[in-house]
């Protein structure tokens, strides 16, 4: 399938509908073959863990809610002095 740059900033989510349903999209900017968008290949592990982040608190043993200290150091941001 083909579609034009400007095809793919007023239909994006319908091309991204074409891609997961198989379908490779070539897009193309004056004319010419530009970019490919292509379905990812299914992998059998759970590639969130890969991220460095995944995890940093873990060992912390002063944090037993991380979601509660999270949520305390955002209220912090918001609080109207006063």
């Given at each position: 399938?083909?579609?034009?740059?400007?095809?793919?900033?007023?239909?994006?989510?319908?091309?991204l509908?074409?891609?997961?349903?198989?379908?490779?999209?070539?897009?193309?900017?004056?004319?010419?073959?530009y970019?490919?968008l292509?379905?990812?290949?299914?992998?059998?592990?759970?590639?969130?863990?890969?991220?460095e982040?995944f995890?940093?608190?873990?060992?912390?043993?002063?944090?037993?809610?991380?979601?509660?200290?999270?949520?305390?150091?955002?209220?912090?941001?918001?609080?109207?002095?006063?």
């Open positions: 399938m083909h579609s034009t740059a400007k095809e793919l900033r007023f239909h994006t989510k319908e091309l509908d074409s891609v997961s349903r198989g379908e490779e999209v070539i897009i193309t900017l004056r004319g010419k073959p970019a490919k292509v379905p990812l290949k299914k992998s059998g592990k759970n590639t969130g863990t890969t991220n982040l995890g940093m608190w873990k060992e912390r043993k002063d944090l037993e809610n991380v979601g509660e200290y999270v949520r305390r150091m955002r209220r912090e941001r918001f609080r109207v002095p006063g």
